[in-house]
């Protein structure tokens, strides 16, 4: 569903002025896209949101520890509140939590409001990422990549449900796959080509 562009490029200030959006982010735990948005934010140069910290910062300890304290939808309710915030922030873009297509209101406004890229990552891959990561509470169980698989099963037709763009992460390094997502941003007409 794209292509492939290696070159590193910057594009030119009086162009990125142009971007009109939310670019948002969905996918696996672990599949980066908080690393891959910082990134893209920084060669837009527009502000970066990762809603997992601004929700920590909003409820004041670890997700890990609001989970164990107050319980899943207690979480995703806090979520949905910080994320459909976020998207009002203007021109940005934006990391969300795995689970944030768990609600439809979260699925529509990521189709509606933003430029969603589900960063397309298999179980095994994600596990080599996370297997050390104590801070994942979806992982903290007794087989974390049957736990992924499950994952995946429940939520890949969500992602795709809301992304304009399925990014295969695969093994291109981090700039790599931020120059393949600026190009079909670029092919879109979300950004202005290069030139």
Request: proline share 4%; charged share 25%.
């Amino acid at each position: 569903m794209w292509a492939c562009g290696s070159a590193t490029r910057n594009l030119a200030p009086e162009k990125l002025n142009a971007l009109s959006t939310t670019i948002a982010f969905v996918g696996l735990p672990g599949s980066g896209k908080s690393t891959i948005g910082r990134q893209l934010a920084r060669r837009l140069d527009v502000r970066f949101f990762d809603s997992d910290f601004v929700i920590e910062r909003r409820i004041g300890c670890s997700i890990r520890e609001f989970f164990e304290r107050e319980g899943e939808a207690a979480f995703r309710d806090i979520e949905q509140e910080v994320v459909g915030e976020l998207m009002q922030n203007g021109v940005c873009v934006l990391s969300t939590g795995g689970g944030v297509v768990l609600r439809q209101m979260n699925r529509d406004n990521l189709l509606q409001r933003c430029q969603t890229v589900y960063l397309h990552s298999a179980p095994e891959e994600v596990f080599r990422r996370l297997r050390h990561d104590q801070n994942r509470p979806l992982l903290q169980v007794a087989d974390p990549l049957a736990r992924l698989y499950e994952l995946y099963a429940a939520r890949d037709s969500l992602y795709r449900e809301c992304a304009h763009f399925v990014v295969e992460t695969g093994r291109p390094s981090v700039s790599t796959l931020v120059n393949m997502i600026l190009m079909q941003l670029e092919l879109a007409g979300v950004v202005p080509a290069h030139g």
